[in-house]
T-cell receptor
Framework: AQSVTQLGSHVSVSEGALVLLRCNYS??????LFWYVQYPNQGLQLLLK??????LVKGINGFEAEFKKSETSFHLTKPSAHMSDAAEYFC??????????FGSGTQLTVLP | DTEVTQTPKHLVMGMTNKKSLKCEQH?????MYWYKQKAKKPPELMFV???????INESVPSRFSPECPNSSLLNLHLHALQPEDSALYLC?????????????FGPGTRLTVL
């Protein structure tokens, strides 16, 4: 079975500041991990994915995430926040089954 | 083409109506999914089709009836819905094989049940 915990349902940062969204996972098998972003009234867009290759994964829009097996973490970062980054972010995990298990989501607010 | 399309974008229906949501992909994916998403919540899996056969039904009420006519199309038939069924309904697809677990999501259908 797999599960995901996202710490912080709301995160606020100033424009230009570091973005850090936290995700911890639990999986009985080597996990596939994903970060999705959702803008209001839209579907989910993949930011990046980890599939057992490089532990540092680079995604779209300047985001990246590091897989740390010892900490069971897959935190999402971006060096400099932009107003357009304001959205809901979901971490998700899938293991041997085809089911995607989502975290509860983190609403990112970017302050001018 | 890396797109999943969904129609309609918005749907308002009464509790006695029958309507259908449609989803289409042309990426050759053999797994297709329906999710329900309430406001400020993560998507909840409803159904999974693999090679056009229903493989997962997450104890969804029978007023929701999925159908997969072919490998590119996925429908969700709605009948006698309740106001609490109002939500964003997302369709997704994936290649459904080891190492290819990424799911591609459509833009969703915003359903309002009156």
């Amino acid at each position: 079975a797999q599960s995901v915990t996202q710490l912080g349902s709301h995160v606020s940062v100033s424009e230009g500041a570091l973005v850090l969204l936290r995700c911890n996972y639990s999986s009985s098998v080597p996990p596939y991990l994903f970060w999705y972003v959702q803008y209001p009234n839209q579907g989910l867009q993949l930011l990046l994915k980890y599939t057992s290759a490089a532990t540092l994964v680079k995604g779209i829009n300047g985001f990246e995430a590091e897989f740390k097996k010892s900490e069971t973490s897959f935190h999402l970062t971006k060096p400099s926040a932009h107003m357009s980054d304001a959205a809901e972010y979901f971490c998700a995990v899938t293991g041997s089954a085809r089911q995607l298990t989502f975290g509860s989501g983190t609403q990112l607010t970017v302050l001018p | 083409d890396t797109e999943v399309t969904q129609t309609p974008k918005h749907l308002v229906m009464g509790m006695t109506n029958k309507k259908s949501l449609k989803c289409e992909q042309h990426m050759g994916h053999r797994a297709m999914y329906w999710y329900k998403q309430k406001a400020k919540k993560p998507p909840e899996l409803m159904f999974v089709y693999s090679y056009e056969k229903l493989s997962i039904n997450e104890s969804v009420p029978s007023r929701f009836s999925p159908e997969c006519p072919n490998s590119s199309l996925l429908n969700l038939h709605l009948h006698a819905l309740q106001p609490e069924d109002s939500a964003l309904y997302l369709c997704a697809s994936s290649q459904d094989r080891e190492g290819q677990r990424r799911q591609f999501f459509g833009p969703g259908t915003r359903l309002t049940v009156l």
